[in-house]
């Protein structure tokens, strides 16, 4: 059974009767859980300060569900429930989480929509039929349908209050005002992120599970003694390209980025431990963040600086990333030897709404942390078809359509991965905002993912397991950074 946490209501069987869902679908748990998580916030609005809702509590609980975004919103503030013995077939349950900034943090809303105001240029402009209203700044917050390759406008509003939620949602989402050179970090350390929702909601026990759970082992040889270890996640930079991989293996997820821009002195290269990076990802300080175009990463003895902007004091500062003390080899995919069995290219459409209606539910239960490592979960099957995914995971099996037949599928295509390897890299793929399409495209050793964001190129390859030994196919990577003789890995 799951653990009871009093001070949480479990509202998930309150809104299964009020809206009569007696066999709810996978489409059903994820608007389950999305209107739990928004009553959470909403209670948790009310136990902080009970006294601020003596006297019309319910307009002024209204008046909160308005300002944070609706439902969305405050869903957006809370992520699922951190329990360790939590059974596979109970349903997920949300878990505190404060849905107000810390204390050392401003409110975002006003810091965003100055911020909004300020800029000239967005993710393109619509031309109007009428007259609109907009506030004094020349903000506004629309409804709108994409339709094609254009957008259809159904109404505005220039309510101050909704246009500061909004803006505050759309920068910690979007991460709008990230220099160039910090957001080519972020996007490349995200594609592999563990989703937070799957997490501890603990920073520390979920620092903890992800170093010496989640990590991979490692041997490393030297002076003729084998030192068993965990492997990290490097980013290694040089020029205007980036490798993010697992230290120490022989081959692992590899994440191969070319940015529009050098991220780095000419000449100089770096090797950089991502657990910093990507616990701030988890958090909303990097909403905070601008910069300017000519921001790059600077080496020191120890460490590699950042530079950036707090927008909330208009300070320059730069974030301070580690470096290993000791640089292992890190696997790369060998992109020029790929000959794939089949490729194809989608919208991001699919991946946003049919893809995500299988990683959402699937990371609110048997991919949560500890789960996804269980015997039964660790490995995750996919059957690639010219017609659909089928995903194949813990005696289940789920078939997401494409839009439209691939001509590049002729046949079909089966391969399994280590679950912890491909499902996050999944889940990220529902979030990404590309310019274009996303290709897939893999054989009996690997699956590889490439696309293009407004600061860079990505590729993204995801080696297969072997069925029979249970270890990752190596024969597309290869070693770089350290000693090629000096890192060994069963994994």
């Excluded at 592999?192 to 997490?199: D, G, H, M, R, W």
């Amino acid at each position: 059974m799951a653990k009871e946490e009093a001070e949480v209501p479990y509202f998930i069987p309150l809104i299964r009767a009020i809206n009569n869902v007696t066999k709810p679908d996978k489409t059903d748990r994820v608007t389950l859980g999305i209107e739990a998580r928004a009553l959470t916030a909403l209670h948790q609005a009310y136990e902080q300060d009970p006294g601020a809702y003596a006297h019309n509590a319910e307009g002024k609980l209204f008046d909160l569900f308005r300002k944070k975004g609706g439902t969305s919103g405050l869903a957006a503030t809370i992520t699922a429930m951190d329990d360790d013995n939590e059974e596979d077939d109970a349903e997920p349950r949300p878990r505190p989480s404060n849905p107000n900034p810390g204390p050392e943090l401003p409110d975002l809303g006003p810091i965003a929509v100055t911020g909004f105001a300020a800029r000239r240029e967005g993710a393109g402009t619509v031309r109007l039929n009428s007259e609109i209203r907009a506030g004094a700044n020349g903000l506004f917050v629309a409804l709108g349908r994409k339709r094609s390759d254009e957008v259809i406008v159904f109404g505005t509003n220039a309510d101050a209050d909704q246009i500061e939620a909004v803006a505050a949602n759309l920068a910690r989402e979007d991460l709008p005002f990230l220099s160039p050179a910090v957001r080519v970090f972020v996007e490349t350390v995200s594609t592999q992120s563990f989703p937070s929702e799957a997490l501890p909601s603990s920073p520390e026990k979920r620092r903890r599970w992800l170093r010496e759970k989640y990590a991979d082992p490692t041997e490393v040889r030297e002076k003729g003694r084998v030192k068993k270890g965990l492997s990290e996640r490097l980013v290694f930079v040089s020029g205007n390209q980036v490798t993010l991989s697992g230290a120490g293996l022989r081959s692992s997820v590899v994440t191969h980025c070319v940015a529009k821009m050098p991220l780095i002195a000419d000449g100089e290269n770096a090797a950089l431990v991502t657990g910093e990076l990507d616990e701030l990802i988890r958090d909303d300080k990097l909403a905070y963040f601008s910069g300017d175009s000519s921001d790059m990463l600077r080496t020191t003895d120890a460490f590699c600086s950042l530079p950036y902007t707090d927008m909330s004091s208009g300070q320059r500062d730069a974030l301070s990333l580690e470096m290993p003390g000791k640089i292992a080899s890190q696997p790369d995919f060998a992109r020029e030897r790929l000959a794939p069995r089949w490729q194809g290219d989608l919208e991001i459409d699919w991946f946003a709404t049919k893809l995500t209606r299988w990683v959402t539910p699937y990371f609110e239960k048997i991919g949560q942390y500890n789960h996804i490592l269980r015997n039964k979960n660790k490995i995750l099957g996919l059957n690639v078809t010219s017609r659909a995914l089928t995903i194949k995971f813990n005696s289940a099996t789920e078939v997401i359509p494409f839009p439209a037949p691939i001509a590049g599928i002729e046949q079909a295509y089966d391969a399994i991965f280590f679950s912890k390897d491909v499902a996050p890299v999944l889940f990220q793929l529902t979030r990404v905002c590309p310019v274009g399409v996303i290709r897939m495209a893999g054989n009996e050793h690997v699956l590889v993912f490439r696309y293009s964001t407004s600061v860079a190129e990505f590729e993204i390859a995801v080696p297969t397991v072997d069925p029979k030994t249970q270890v990752r196919d190596h024969t597309l990577f290869r070693l770089i950074g350290g000693r090629e003789n000096g890192s060994q890995s069963h994994r």
